[in-house]
């Protein structure tokens, strides 16, 4: 079925076994919510609930809330599944795909590109087209790679905000990134070096590799000097994201030994959704360390009072990593 | 022990026999949660972890929170337990006792109140000083009743957003209420029809019963006016907190029926913590009515795109309930 500019297959026959459902989407698609909805209600006899809650990915399925409500299953709508996750309850992922002139973004990608091998990467709402586009350009003469990633990516060439395994693997000379903003390209051009070419398949602009580049000295200048405001740190807060696919227990209890073996003070702060004004009501920390979603301290370091470190900026701080060896934190 | 001005008596001994803590805190005891966590960690051999979820009562048990992290108990500070909450997990109920001068507030009182027969409510963090003021009245030939409550509440004098059923009990002429901000004895002058004085012990500074009568003029006023911008309106979005003390599934599902019965649209909205942005990501609703805590509706209206009511504003929207019958939305 087709809502605005997606294209989304809900499985009605699947959904006819379950008596009462918890539909989940991200916020771009939430518009469509109420029209899915009453399709569903429509053609299942099952009971349609919406989950209002933020989403931000496969990371984050509303299985409590489902159980909550009770709930039999948790249709999850935007996001393909992450395999390596372990989930006690019935989910259904239904991908929403969006239109795209696949054409067009073949040629973009031809007259733009100078290497003559690409690994081709991009996110859940593109990845139907990945094949078509390959074919597109080895017809015009390029090798094309679509690389396989690790257990947390479900299809070739699919590249999470926490996850650019798919980028990794391959021999090809350059990668392509479909897809919008900055995050992704940048992130692979930080673990595979190669130069990096983005395109936007709604607006049709392609960022060449030195814009990326670019990009990417930024994110690095602005990194290094959170690290440098960190260095005299005695306070620390370790967050802790409750989502399923982001809940990284073990990695925050050992980081708060080590900062305690470093006779400092660190508390570990468990939170769903890591918002800058929830952490401001405990008072003042020299230094936070997200082991949340990624993304947190990349895209939001601004809004928090404290300068916000990754995982990976922590062992830098610490010396366990060279400033050389800086990599965006993943998880896998 | 003290933290700032509080009160805490943290129950040590009990805390020694589990291996993981989570504490969770409303967001004006956060400010000491670093300085709790660690007595807590140098006097048992507890992990301890900290909440920095919104918590806005008893209602509000950060459970699903304590188990995503494996802890075997959840500490809960500044808030009095809920007897008729089923609850399936250990939670220990540590209240927050604020400091009280407590011959000034009774002086207060008896200098200002008119009538010869008082109901004495107050909240959570001055209820353990609601006996000596009782006494310190009665000696000034008061009669002094405080009332029971319903099975919500834990302590005869104590009133909740949700609950004012302290405040009907007994025969007094007049309700005096001990605490901070209008929605308390708006909200007892609504179920009683009584005087209503409220008496802000930190300020010291008393409304009287015209004060309390006004404002709660200007919220039915407002409230009058929401049901009426909703006269008309097709598209209801009807609000589910997943909160265990919050969540009205029943009350939502059969409100959605009725509404569907009336060939109009209705779709249950569930989130943990209700905020108008979230419903903005949505589209346009008509009209939303909110079955989460009584006080979304009434406090925050203002940063709703559509009017928002209580089931109760429901009734009168739908004619179940003559307007002079109106009272606050409230949960037992």
């Not at 992450?82 to 989930?87: A, D, E, G, W």
Request: glycine share 6%; with cysteine.
């Amino acid at each position: 079925m087709r809502f605005g500019s997606y294209r989304v297959d809900i499985p009605f026959d699947q959904l006819k076994r379950y008596k009462r459902l918890l539909l989940q989407f991200p916020a771009g698609l939430k518009v469509y919510a109420r029209e899915i909805a009453d399709v569903i209600e429509e053609r299942t006899n099952s009971e349609v609930f919406i989950s209002a809650d933020p989403c931000f990915g496969a990371c984050d399925l509303a299985i409590d809330l489902a159980k909550s409500i009770g709930a039999d299953a948790l249709i999850h709508f935007g996001h393909l599944p992450i395999p390596n996750l372990k989930i006690d309850f019935p989910v259904i992922f239904v991908n929403a795909v969006m239109d795209m002139d696949v054409q067009k973004v073949s040629e973009k990608i031809y007259r733009n590109v100078r290497e003559k091998s690409i690994n081709l990467v991009t996110t859940a709402q593109h990845i139907d087209f990945i094949h078509s586009i390959k074919r597109n350009l080895e017809s015009q003469g390029f090798l094309v790679d679509i690389g396989e990633g690790d257990d947390r990516i479900s299809k070739p060439g699919l590249v999470l905000g926490c996850n650019f395994s798919s980028a990794l693997h391959g021999n090809a000379n350059s990668i392509v990134f479909i897809g919008t903003g900055n995050f992704h390209p940048v992130g692979v051009s930080l673990v595979t070096s190669k130069p990096v070419y983005a395109l936007d398949p709604v607006s049709m602009k392609i960022k060449m590799p030195e814009e990326i580049a670019n990009e990417k000295d930024k994110l690095l200048k602005k990194r290094y000097s959170l690290i440098a405001l960190s260095k005299d740190a005695n306070k620390f807060g370790i967050i802790i994201s409750s989502k399923i696919g982001q809940r990284r227990l073990e990695l925050a209890t050992r980081l708060k030994e080590e900062i305690e073996k470093m006779d400092k003070d660190a508390h570990l702060l468990v939170l769903d959704n890591v918002s800058p004004s929830l952490l401001r009501d405990f008072g003042k920390f020299d230094c936070l360390i997200s082991t949340a979603c990624p993304r947190i301290a990349i895209d939001d370091y601004d809004n928090f009072d404290s300068p916000i470190l990754t995982p990976i900026e922590f062992e830098i701080l610490v010396g366990r990593r060279e400033v050389n060896k800086y990599v965006l934190d993943s998880i896998s």
